[in-house]
């Protein structure tokens, strides 16, 4: 990959799930997305990436079975030096979880959480920049904190990452986005008491599809389940739903390819 493919730091770059079932989280997403898979950097046990077209959209890992963490989709916040970036969240009051280690040759990564307990990674990359696709259906294309609110958590990720933090103001929704070099890259949704008492506050990853209604009812078929059928929103025609270990995610419809 050339230098130019290198993501600019702050921008989410790479998306990873850990399972227990990995074969069978593969057939999965494999029949959902129509993701192909090759080993990945085996460090933190077996782990293989997803691929779109040959191209590199995320990665799924194996839990060791004693292991019983939540089953999540967690971005990764492109670095240009994890270990600095590792302390910095540490001085801001997040946590640093796992590492910072190398992943082989790939680049270098942290498994953190923010203030509140959301869970993200970071990546210092070096030969694997990240997700080579994002846009087409089965390639993720955006991520969202839910939290409670989002003026302090807004400031950790402003202060770790240099994210310039914009509100959108209005009485009824506590919503900001994140931007890198006046480009958005993500979004901050505080949900207050409505936020799932299970959960807690989480990342979200959006994943592109070409027919929301379309893929909820495959997720269905396939063993998964769907927390909130497909509706019309800003963004296009979402629905929330999980795979048969319990990930949540968002397929999305976005508006832009309608406009397409």
């Not at 027919?211 to 269905?220: E, H, Q």
């Amino acid at each position: 990959m050339t230098e130019a493919t290198r993501h600019t730091p702050g921008t989410p770059c790479w998306v990873s799930l850990m399972v227990h079932g990995l074969d069978a989280t593969q057939d999965f997403y494999n029949a959902l997305f129509g993701w192909e898979f090759e080993p990945g950097p085996q460090q933190l046990g077996p782990y293989v990436r997803a691929l779109l077209d040959g191209r590199e959209v995320a990665g799924i890992g194996q839990l060791p079975p004693d292991r019983h963490l939540p089953i999540a989709w967690t971005p990764y916040l492109a670095t240009d030096d994890a270990d600095e970036t590792a302390e910095g969240i540490r001085s801001c009051g997040g946590t640093v979880a796992v590492g910072p280690l190398d992943a082989g040759e790939a680049g270098r990564m942290a498994v953190c959480s923010d203030p509140v307990g959301a869970v993200f990674g970071i990546w210092q990359a070096e030969a694997h920049h990240g997700t080579a696709a994002a846009g087409p259906p089965g390639t993720p294309v955006w991520n969202e904190l839910l939290t409670y609110e989002t003026s302090s958590v807004g400031k950790f990720y402003r202060s770790v990452f240099g994210h310039e933090v914009e509100p959108v103001v209005s009485a009824d929704h506590d919503y900001a986005t994140l931007h890198v070099d006046g480009r958005p890259v993500a979004s901050l949704r505080g949900a207050g008491a409505a936020l799932p008492r299970d959960r807690g506050p989480h990342w979200m990853t959006y994943f592109e599809v070409a027919d929301t209604d379309a893929a909820a009812r495959l997720v269905l078929q396939l063993g998964g389940q769907v927390l909130s059928p497909p509706r019309d929103a800003t963004a296009g025609r979402l629905a929330l739903v999980t795979d048969p270990e319990g990930a949540v995610f968002t397929l999305v419809r976005s508006a832009a390819s309608d406009a397409g």
